[in-house]
């Protein structure tokens, strides 16, 4: 079973994938970035994570950090490549299909959270499966 890690603020949204996903992925959670940063080393054990684009808001002794910084982190600490999907709900399909490599292309796949998580389930099977780059 592959082991997907979800970093995004709005929890409804992760129960709803989390529950989606379940019958296929070990899913885990993530609504802090510094929980998230706090356990680099242990993010290793993913082979797919989900990635808000506009993350949630930081402490105050925290800079802002946004899902583009935190893909290109995990592209550059971790030991081996995951694959990194970057998730947004301010931009269409259409738009991330036009402007999604250019903003993020460190990213292997971006997903609009409008389209449906049957997309978002066939384009990370796609992924883990090809290792291929793709939009939806």
């Given at each position: 079973?592959y082991?997907?890690a979800?970093l995004?603020?709005d929890?409804h949204?992760?129960?709803?994938?989390e529950?989606?996903m379940?019958q296929?992925?070990?899913?885990?959670?993530?609504?802090?970035?510094?929980?998230f940063?706090?356990?680099?080393?242990e993010?290793?054990?993913?082979?797919?994570?989900l990635?808000d684009f506009v993350?949630?808001?930081?402490?105050q002794?925290?800079?802002?950090?946004?899902g583009?910084?935190?893909?290109?982190d995990l592209?550059r600490?971790?030991?081996?490549s995951?694959?990194?999907?970057?998730a947004?709900?301010y931009?269409s399909?259409n738009?991330?299909?036009?402007?999604?490599?250019?903003?993020?292309?460190?990213?292997?796949g971006?997903?609009a959270k409008d389209?449906?998580?049957?997309?978002?389930?066939n384009?990370?099977?796609?992924?883990?499966t090809?290792g291929?780059?793709?939009?939806i």
């Open positions: 079973m082991k997907l979800i995004d603020d929890e949204w992760c129960r709803i994938v529950r989606f379940k296929e992925y070990a899913v885990e959670t993530y609504k802090s970035v510094s929980r940063l706090w356990e680099i080393e993010l290793n054990q993913y082979d797919i994570f990635v993350l949630l808001p930081t402490a002794y925290e800079p802002n950090i946004d583009i910084q935190i893909v290109a592209k600490d971790l030991p081996r995951p694959v990194v999907i970057l947004t709900a931009m399909k738009e991330l299909e036009v402007h999604g490599k250019q903003m993020c292309p460190e990213a292997d971006f997903f389209a449906g998580l049957e997309l978002l389930a384009q990370m099977k796609r992924l883990l090809a291929t780059t793709e939009d």
